[in-house]
């Protein structure tokens, strides 16, 4: 294994070979671009940052600008799903649940320690046309 990187893996192969019937991992940072705009924790959703469908339906997603949106990112924020019962994502329930974003925000305090010190590499500019160096 290589140590002069992370590795975002969790060993899955009890439920590949069917001695499990629930995976290893509970959670799943999701991302627009390079910004983390939700985590999920079980059955749970957090969204950092508000996020709408991109023009063509979901085949892209964009961030929300104004007041109250990724543009005041956790103004009001995080807002909490519980995507098995609301798969709409319809009712925020943080107000009620506000236990659960200690468990939502672990995996995020981990992503963002792991970037500290193994920094993700810069994004590929695709409008720079220039020739390279």
Do not use: C
């Amino acid at each position: 294994m290589p140590n002069d990187r992370p590795i975002d893996g969790v060993d899955q192969t009890d439920l590949w070979l069917g001695k499990s019937e629930t995976g290893a991992r509970d959670h799943l940072l999701s991302f627009v671009g390079p910004t983390l705009a939700a985590a999920r924790w079980k059955q749970f959703r957090a969204y950092f940052v508000d996020v709408a469908p991109g023009r063509s339906g979901w085949n892209g997603a964009n961030l929300l600008s104004g007041t109250g949106s990724s543009a005041a990112p956790m103004n009001g924020y995080p807002k909490v799903f519980n995507i098995e019962a609301d798969p709409r994502e319809q009712f925020n329930i943080g107000a009620q649940y506000e236990w659960v974003i200690g468990p939502v925000l672990k995996p995020v305090k981990a992503y963002l320690e792991s970037v500290t010190k193994y920094p993700n590499p810069p994004a590929a500019n695709i409008t720079d046309f220039s020739s390279p160096p």
